[in-house]
């Protein structure tokens, strides 16, 4: 995987208000941190962060933080979390971890489905149960996505993360049992049951009102009857 350059700038003013000042710069104030070294604030340009993540490796990119000030400070980078404004979902905060290229790391890489599952043309739904999937390898072999083929799928078939393919120097560290994408059944429509007081359509079409059974006592017949009439 190619590396990106980003200029970044320590931030010398911590808190308060000015990392809103600085949004409105269309500067982010980020952190940097990771293998022993101490936290560091610092901040890089909106459009030249936003111009890292729109490569094809998304959030997985590697960054080469350049310190104009103190080239001394230059270190390889991941992006760790991304922090997005609740309101404009543009971003507010992005923490950066310190990696080396020589040891692993674990990263979260997206799935990507190619063709139409034969299924789905007969009515059934394709469903990518986990989007993405935990991996573990050298910064430089992350890949960018996952591609899976799901054109022989039918109606009910699935695919687990054991058939899933990884290139070369790359473990998965998800459940090889656990499902990945599956074709589900078609929904049919049930129909209604009438309920208690609603009318039922009889056998000609007709529409038979629900009988209604009286309780209480009964009435006298015969003698019984005259007998009650005195």
Partial sequence: MATIDLQAK??????????????????????????GTTATSIQVARGELEHALHTSAGENILIQLKFAD??????????????????TDQIDHVDFSVISLTEKVRVRVHIHTKGEAEGTKEGGILD??????????LPTKIPDRIDVSVEALKI??????????????????????????VVLTPKTEVEAV????????GAEGTV????VIKKG????EGEAAAAAAE
């Fill in 128 to 137: 990518v149960v986990r989007r993405e999937v935990e991996v573990e390898c």
């Fill in 70 to 87: 103190d080239a001394s400070k230059d270190t390889t980078v991941i992006i760790k979390d991304v922090q997005h404004s609740i309101i």
């Fill in 194 to 201: 009438p309920t208690e007081g609603e009318a039922v359509e």
């Fill in 217 to 220: 006592k009964a009435e006298p």
């Fill in 156 to 181: 009910n078939d699935s695919i687990h993360v054991k058939e899933l393919v990884f290139p070369e120097g790359v473990e998965c560290l998800e459940d090889p049992e656990a499902t990945v994408i």
């Fill in 10 to 35: 320590v931030r010398s003013i911590i808190g308060g208000r000015h990392p809103k000042r600085l949004r409105k710069k269309e500067i982010i104030p980020a952190i940097v941190y990771g293998r």
């Fill in 208 to 211: 038979q009102e629900p009988e």
